[in-house]
């Protein structure tokens, strides 16, 4: 049930209603109320006839968890409605998700132009892996949109940011990608991890696809890997090759002719994801919907306690400089306050104050200083996370090197919780006092 379709007597429903909702109406054979875990490889077929129509796409039906099932369904449309989207696909992970639109889209031979402030591992997938495709990216800083549009070739296929971007704390400026790309007919990617659809919806500012890692906010408490794809079913595929020409791996279906609007997505499902096999467990789906049920209320509190750790943080003398696009001091307010209304989401950097070697040492003093904030590699956890990437996922980069990767020796992330605010500050102000 997508947003337009989740109506009840001429009523759209709420955010919040949709959270609890949408995709879903109680078992008619059991009643029951919450979301079964369908935890079943296959389903039987009614006769050999609609067997036989599954495989030939000409009925829509459950075939093999694979391709699809009915828990991660709910997941899919819960997150399409919330996403303001056509339909959504699961993946195992938000990796997957990503790889799973880029190769749904590429051909070998095709670029990507991207923006160079992306998560870590999407950097080194979208190089390294995609170089394996015979895929290109070309990274572009996402605020010059010269830069954007000069990077585009004849190759180029698609064009893909970040809602919010890390360490930087830039916001994209989604509307003005969405009409570069509709100028030069690339559909726009944006990676909505950090902001959620609670806190923005980059659909509704113009992009054609969606893609999480719901390993971290919506699921939300720290326990599963996975993601999700959701497509506006508003770019026009007509003549966009992979999804227009006959495709030899589905017996030459031209997929745009034969699913429309919703050619993008049926190929991502029964092409990529059957063939990559990165498939969401119906276990992880239920865990992921069970999130679902309360981002709003998460998100809320996520960012009421991100803006006051980083606004005590700004104002502290060991503190040198605060990421936090809901700052004031920060470049990317104003588009915080356009495409982030709500707030700017709860993970940021900042900097101690200091030098090389003596700084990368206090950074790891204050790490072992604090008593709430779990050190590990994550984010979007129910409790608060942090990291020193100077002595942990870029320990063997030199000093210089770690300025020039634009992760200094002294940069800190942190991924605020949902822990009572006070004792937050408490736990930081300590550690800053140790150091
Ligand atoms: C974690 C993350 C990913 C990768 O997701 P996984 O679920 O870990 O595969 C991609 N993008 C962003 C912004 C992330 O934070």
Redesign the pocket.
């Known amino acids: 049930m997508s947003q337009k379709e989740n109506k009840n007597r001429g009523r759209t429903f709420g955010f919040d209603t949709r959270m609890l909702h949408a995709g879903h109406i109680p078992d008619a054979t059991t009643g029951a109320r919450a979301v079964p875990i369908y935890q079943t490889t296959s389903y039987v077929f009614d006769s050999a006839d609609y067997a036989a129509q599954l495989f030939d796409l000409k009925q829509y039906g459950n075939i093999y968890t694979r391709i699809n099932n009915p828990t991660t369904a709910v997941f899919e449309e819960r997150m399409a409605s919330l996403e303001e989207g056509a339909g959504g696909v699961a993946t195992a992970?938000?990796?997957?998700a990503?790889l799973t639109t880029m190769m749904t889209l590429l051909e070998p031979g095709d670029e990507v132009v991207a923006s160079q402030h992306l998560?870590g591992?999407?950097m080194t997938q979208f190089v390294h892996t995609f170089r394996k495709l015979g895929v290109t990216a070309r990274f572009v800083d996402p605020n010059d949109f010269d830069a954007w549009e000069a990077a585009i070739t004849p190759q180029t296929k698609a064009l893909y940011g970040?809602t919010i971007g890390?360490p930087q704390g830039s916001v994209l400026d989604i509307a003005r990608l969405a009409a570069l790309g509709s100028a030069h007919y690339l559909p726009v990617i944006i990676?909505n991890?950090?902001a959620t659809p609670y806190l923005c919806r980059p659909l509704t500012h113009g992009a054609n696809i969606v893609v999480h890692?719901?390993?971290?906010f919506i699921g939300g408490h720290g326990n599963s890997?996975?993601?999700v794809i959701v497509e506006s079913g508003e770019f026009d595929y007509a003549h966009y090759g992979s999804i227009a020409d006959p495709s030899p791996s589905y017996h030459n279906l031209r997929f745009y002719d034969t699913f429309g609007h919703h050619a993008f997505l049926m190929k991502a499902r029964v092409e990529t994801v059957r063939d990559t096999g990165a498939c969401l467990s119906p276990f992880n789906a239920f865990l992921m919907i069970q999130g679902l049920e309360t981002l709003s209320m998460r998100m809320d509190r996520h960012v009421e306690n991100a803006q006051d750790v980083a606004s005590y943080l700004e104002q502290h003398p060991k503190v040198d400089w605060v990421a936090y696009p809901g700052l004031e001091s920060s470049p990317y307010h104003a588009l915080a306050a356009k495409y982030l209304p709500k707030g700017a989401g709860s993970v940021f950097s900042f900097g101690l104050r200091g030098e090389g070697g003596a700084v990368r040492a206090k950074g790891k003093t204050f790490i072992e200083s604090l008593n709430l904030f779990s050190h590990l590699a994550n984010?979007?956890d129910a409790r608060s996370l942090v990291i020193h990437p100077a002595s942990t996922t870029h320990q063997q980069l030199s000093d210089a090197e770690l300025v020039a990767s634009g992760i200094g020796p002294g940069m800190i992330r942190l991924s605020v919780g949902l822990e009572t605010k006070e004792d937050l500050l408490w736990d930081l102000d300590q550690a800053l006092h140790v150091i």
Do not use: L, R
Request: no cysteine.
């Open positions: 992970s938000g990796m997957a990503q998560y591992g999407t970040e890390n990676d991890t950090f890692s719901a390993t971290k890997i996975g993601g984010v979007g």
